[in-house]
């Protein structure tokens, strides 16, 4: 399940459903979102997590204190979902036939390797061929990019990634990388929401406004 900022509490330019503890929103607000979004699941959220741009992923057997820093949660527990938040960077959902992740995924990331992470964090528990679904994140012709971090990479993940603003800057294509990690990582099932963030006012967008709050996947197995 994808969130956007509709359904929520928090009001200014964390309106509504901002998800995230870090960015300077009112806590009882926040807390009353993640009340809200685990609802909708039906599932406890094993951990909201707090990212790194790192390429740790945890493997969760049990509900967690908040604010753990990792950029992955892996579980096979039909009672748990897992989270992964954004607001550019992309939340993206992996799962098999018996195990299910989260993974947050920015440009570091990407770059890092985080995305076969995700996937081998899958297949360490779970069976069957993994499938993903890439959740809002911002575009290529959106993503203005230094070329010194672009080069970066695209030594690492490939020319795919390499893109141009609509003004004709150099631009870093995030979807696109993903999209060809998955494959690289053997992963054959994908699906994009192709929604840009920084053109959706329905998402937060840290390109766009700055102080601002974190839409999540939150990702669940089959009813217990
Ligand atoms: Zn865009």
Request: glycine fraction near 12%.
């Amino acid at each position: 399940m994808f969130t956007d900022r509709r359904g929520g509490v928090s009001t200014g330019p964390f309106a509504s459903l901002n998800l995230a503890t870090h960015v300077g929103d009112d806590g009882d607000a926040v807390a009353e979102n993640r009340r809200r979004a685990e609802a909708r699941t039906g599932r406890v959220v094993a951990l909201w997590p707090r990212h790194v741009h790192g390429t740790d992923v945890l493997t969760v057997t049990r509900a967690l204190p908040a604010g753990r820093e990792v950029d992955g949660c892996v579980t096979a527990d039909p009672a748990l979902a897992v989270v992964a938040l954004g607001a550019d960077c992309a939340p993206v959902a992996l799962g098999d036939d018996a195990a299910w992740a989260a993974i947050h995924v920015g440009w570091r990331g990407l770059r890092d390797g985080i995305v076969a992470a995700g996937v081998a964090a899958v297949r360490a528990v779970g069976r069957g061929a993994v499938r993903a679904a890439i959740g809002p994140c911002i575009c290529g012709r959106c993503y203005e990019f230094g070329p010194a971090d672009l080069d970066a990479v695209v030594a690492a993940v490939g020319p795919v990634v390499a893109s141009r603003t609509t003004t004709g800057a150099h631009a870093l294509d995030l979807p696109a990388g993903i999209r060809s990690e998955l494959r690289r990582a053997g992963v054959e099932s994908v699906q994009d929401l192709g929604v840009c963030t920084s053109e959706s006012v329905a998402h937060y967008s840290f390109r766009r406004e700055g102080r601002t709050g974190r839409q999540v996947v939150l990702v669940a197995g089959p009813t217990p």
